[in-house]
């Protein structure tokens, strides 16, 4: 994976190390440990998974000690199993310790992400569908969130509310229908901008598509109708499966012949993946 550029990493992480050193710093490690020891510690996976976030540690420490040594033996999009040395770290003890929950915070709900994610991804590799991402991510942390989706071997939907159409049901039923919400959209957005629309029945779907839809979001439909909906969008609109996706019905809805399967918990509510800072001796 092509790591995220520092400058999009560095404020949630400083923000997170402000929000832990809080007032007085770290008052244990400066109370405990003698301010010229050192130390070599590792990250070690605990269980399956995949890894993503280890950007984050690296600048955990970083802002804390820049003479800190940290050696990568994992990168992030890798698979691990349980006992599997992740990175090394070596230096002063005090800045290894005042760092560690900040770098283990981000490295276990990143690599959570990317895990939940790999384990669709691989439910469904049979097909010609992708797993994608959406909207519902943790306040402030959707750029690191989404690259964690890639690092698992997903794909990312929109990122914001201005960089494509996505017309929902509430959409729907302020503008007044399906096609006419298409039209406006059609209207008033620029020629590189993609609309897509939601939609639960088929025949919203041929309103969609009659009015010009790039793309259609085919939500809680099973899959009789999901084949069905595949079949009247062949040609004319990428197609989206969402709602209650699972590891366990992602199979059946990928064998629609949908195009993509968006499900929002992998970013909001993704288990996080259980890793471990070891003392090296």
């Not at 690259?147 to 039923?173: E, P, S």
């Not at 699972?246 to 918990?265: N, Q, R």
Request: glycine share 10%; proline share 4%.
């Amino acid at each position: 994976m092509t790591p995220l550029p520092r400058i999009m990493i560095e404020p949630a992480v400083r923000a997170a190390l402000l929000e832990d050193l809080g007032r007085a710093g770290d008052i244990t490690a400066e109370a405990v440990i003698p301010d010229d020891s050192r130390a070599a510690v590792a990250f070690v996976a605990r269980e399956p998974g995949t890894i993503a976030g280890l950007g984050c540690a690296a600048i955990a420490f970083d802002l804390l000690d820049p003479s800190l040594a940290l050696d990568i033996l994992i990168p992030d999009g890798s698979a691990v199993a349980p006992g599997d040395v992740i990175a090394r770290i070596e230096g002063k003890a005090r800045a290894i310790l005042s760092a560690e929950r900040t770098a283990l915070n981000f490295l276990g709900q990143l690599s959570g992400v990317a895990t939940a994610t790999a384990g669709i991804a691989a439910a469904i590799a049979h097909t010609g569908a992708r797993i994608t991402c959406t909207r519902k991510t943790i306040p402030g942390l959707r750029a690191l969130q989404k690259y964690a989706v890639r690092c698992g071997g997903g794909a990312n939907h929109r990122f914001g509310l201005d960089d494509a159409v996505l017309i929902k049901d509430n959409h729907i039923a302020i503008a007044g229908g399906v096609g006419l919400a298409v039209r406006r959209a059609r209207a008033a957005v620029g020629h590189l901008v993609k609309i897509e629309c939601e939609v639960d029945r088929l025949d919203q779907l041929a309103e969609a598509l009659e009015a010009g839809a790039d793309a259609v979001l085919l939500d809680n439909m099973d899959p009789a109708t999901l084949r069905r909906a595949v079949a009247m969008a062949k040609g004319r609109a990428i197609t989206e499966a969402s709602g209650r996706i699972t590891p366990e019905s992602a199979p059946a809805i990928a064998e629609t012949g949908v195009d993509l399967i968006s499900a929002g918990w992998l970013t909001h509510s993704a288990r996080v993946l259980d890793i471990g800072l070891d003392f090296m001796t």
